[in-house]
């Protein structure tokens, strides 16, 4: 099925490679404008030029940003609202969180966070944050979350899951899918005039578990790999998300293959995503007061303003 989203504004981050580049190839086509993040400049360089020979007339453009440093989040919200300025947009349509890490062994990051729950997670939530208004503003703003089946299969410990001890490295990265989870349907909660969606994307053909490890996992994921799809696959569930105007959600905001699916039982409870969402805001200094102002001010239809962070 051919997605038609002509001029409709999607940010898509981890777009350098796998699925997040997948997906930017593939909304350019659809007639989007879309900005791609990635951490390095070469590979948004080449990234943005293999989709552009594809399709020559496409808008896109990439930004800079490492989802691991919170002041990087920050300066990309900020390119963001420069960039579409520039182009002559207000609102964003789409933004969607896909930036993912697998890590064998334990990283801090320079904010003194574990790198999987930082990047994996926090990078999102405020990035989400950051753009809230702008999403807001659109007619049928949505936020796209790429989740993981494996976030059915882990215990969770918010107390110490920005510094766990022991590290297992596979625990680390289905929390931070389960961490996903419990953020959409929260969003969903918090701001009924977007829609957040959890994704998953089953299991794909990437690099990404090879990244981040040179030991056992790096071996595992060379041989589980090839029995992925192509990152192609789960794009279509991205794109009929994006632009279909009535999704229906009563079964939920957790879709594969383009259908609602049930997650676990953990990832619907209302009073871990709170807490979650709270201690999101602690360590990336957002205010939860702030974000129940701007949705009454939006409730009340007056004009919604960056109150973020
Ligand atoms: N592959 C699967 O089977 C599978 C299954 C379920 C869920 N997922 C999820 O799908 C998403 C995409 O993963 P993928 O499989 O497509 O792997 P991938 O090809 O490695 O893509 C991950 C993307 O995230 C970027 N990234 C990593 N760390 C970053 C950081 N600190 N700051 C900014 N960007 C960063 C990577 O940039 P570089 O290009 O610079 O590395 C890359 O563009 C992840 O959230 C992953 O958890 C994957």
């Known amino acids: 099925m051919r997605y038609n989203l002509t001029d409709k504004i999607i940010i898509v981050t981890g777009a350098t490679s796998g699925i997040g580049f997948a997906c930017v190839k593939d909304l350019v086509k659809a007639g989007a404008v879309v900005i791609g993040v990635g951490r390095n400049?070469?590979?948004?360089?080449?990234?943005?030029?293999?989709?552009?020979?594809l399709?020559?007339?496409g808008k896109l453009e990439y930004l800079l940003c490492d989802f691991s440093v919170q002041s990087q989040?920050?300066?990309?919200?900020?390119?963001?609202?420069?960039?579409?300025t520039k182009w002559g947009f207000d609102h964003i349509d789409g933004l969607i969180n896909n930036a993912g890490v697998y890590l064998e062994k334990k990283q801090m990051t320079e904010d003194g966070i574990e790198m999987t729950f930082a990047v994996n997670h926090l990078g999102q939530f405020l990035l989400t944050h950051q753009l809230l208004s702008l999403l807001l503003k659109a007619e049928n703003g949505k936020v796209l979350t790429t989740s993981s089946y494996s976030h059915?299969?882990?215990?969770?410990?918010?107390?110490?899951?920005?510094?766990?001890f022991p590290y297992i490295g596979l625990l680390a990265y289905k929390r931070s899918k389960l961490c996903n989870v419990l953020f959409s349907y929260e969003l969903n909660r918090r701001f009924p005039y977007i829609t957040a969606f959890a994704v998953d994307p089953g299991?794909?053909?990437?690099?990404?578990?090879?990244?981040?490890?040179?030991?056992?996992?790096?071996?595992?994921?060379?041989?589980?790999?090839?029995k992925g799809t192509s990152p192609e696959l789960p794009v279509r569930t991205y794109l009929y998300?994006?632009?279909?105007?009535?999704?229906?959600?009563?079964?939920?905001y957790y879709f594969k293959n383009c259908e609602a699916m049930k997650p676990s039982q953990k990832a619907v409870r209302k009073e871990l995503a709170e807490e979650l969402w709270d201690i999101s805001c602690k360590y990336t200094n957002c205010h939860s007061q702030q974000c129940i102002k701007l949705m009454s001010k939006t409730k009340k239809g007056a004009q919604s303003e960056h109150l973020f962070c």
């Open 41 to 53: 400049e070469n590979r948004n360089r080449s990234s943005k030029n293999a989709v552009l020979e």
């Open 55 to 57: 399709h020559p007339n």
């Open 73 to 84: 989040v920050r300066k990309l919200a900020e390119d963001i609202r420069y960039l579409l």
């Open 152 to 164: 059915r299969t882990t215990p969770l410990n918010l107390k110490k899951i920005a510094d766990p």
């Open 203 to 226: 299991l794909v053909n990437t690099g990404i578990a090879s990244k981040g490890s040179n030991g056992i996992s790096n071996w595992v994921w060379r041989t589980r790999r090839h």
């Open 241 to 252: 998300l994006l632009s279909q105007y009535d999704i229906d959600t009563s079964s939920g």
